[in-house]
């Protein structure tokens, strides 16, 4: 069977038993990817209008204004 290789060098990663810093191959790799993450470099894509049907709408503003 074929190790996975690592997102940030492409290299194989030893399986977690062997290799701590799995899925990567290496500390420096975790270290990288850490970095781009707090660099956002990565992103997470918002979410389409049609995936938020259900969510409650937003709230009107002349709600409770009866008083």
Known sequence: MSRPLCSICQKPAAPRAENPSFPFCSRRCRAVDLGRWLGEEYRVPERQSD?????????HSDRGSDA
Request: hydrophobic letters at 10%; a negative charge.
């Open 51 to 59: 995936e938020r049907e259900d969510e409650l709408p937003p709230e």
